[in-house]
């Protein structure tokens, strides 16, 4: 089985600071990891992906994410936080050794990111 | 590309009624399609994984008399959620996949079903 944690349920961040959204997983075989956005009653918008390569991945609207194999994490990153970031966040992970890419993603509870002016 | 809709956006119901929510694929041929249950302030959870041609595979504690997954042709699936009560108020959101890009899932904007 393979699961994805959040451990913030909101994080609260200075316009113009750097932002961090924490995410872990755990997956038995090779971790795909995503994150999407998502705003208040609409679907989830694609950020940025790991499949393969580069531990450090770059994705959409200036945000980054590191993968970091030995601890297990795929925190979100992004140099200078703006209020039109303000959304809620997932991680989601699947296992990149099955299924032949038709599985389902496990998702994280989701992170809420508010950006104060 | 890779755009993925969804019919309706919104759907307010009698209990006991039946709905009927399409997700579409609107500019490729979607090998796969998923169907994922979002609860007020919770994270996604997947549902359901629908394969053009077959039955869908149901995740453990998803009733598969409840919540009917038809996936006609590569670019339409449809979630019917069968006597509906109030306690399968939620949003439904959809996911698609195709043969080229199936590390990434393109998803609907969701349906927001209340039931009365």
């Known amino acids: 089985a393979q699961s994805v944690a959040q451990p913030e349920d909101q994080v609260n961040v200075a316009e113009g600071n750097p932002l961090t959204v924490k995410c872990t997983y755990s997956v038995s075989g090779n971790p795909y990891l995503f994150w999407y956005v998502q705003y208040p009653n609409r679907g989830l918008q694609f950020l940025l992906k790991y499949i393969t390569g580069d531990n450090l991945v770059k994705g959409s609207y200036g945000f980054e994410a590191e993968f970091n194999k030995s601890q297990t994490s795929f925190h979100l990153k992004k140099p200078s936080a703006l209020v039109s970031d303000s959304a809620l966040y997932f991680c989601a992970v699947r296992d990149g050794n099955s299924g032949g890419g038709a599985d389902g993603l496990t998702f994280g509870k989701g992170t809420h990111l508010i950006i104060q002016p | 590309g890779a755009v993925v809709s969804q019919h309706p956006s919104r759907v307010i119901c009698k209990s006991g009624t039946s709905v009927k929510i399409e997700c579409r694929s609107l500019d490729f041929q979607a090998t796969t399609m998923f169907w994922y249950r979002q609860f007020p302030k919770k994270s996604l959870m997947l549902m359901a994984t629908s394969n053009e041609g077959s039955k869908a595979t149901y995740e453990q504690g998803v009733e598969k008399d409840k919540f009917l997954i038809n996936h006609a042709s590569l670019t339409l699936s449809t979630l019917t959620v069968t006597s509906a009560h109030p306690e399968d108020s939620s949003f439904y959101i959809c996911?698609?996949?195709?043969?080229?890009?199936?590390?990434?899932?393109?998803f609907g904007p969701g349906t927001r079903l209340t039931v009365l």
């Open positions: 996911s698609a996949i195709t043969g080229l890009t199936y590390n990434e899932q393109f």
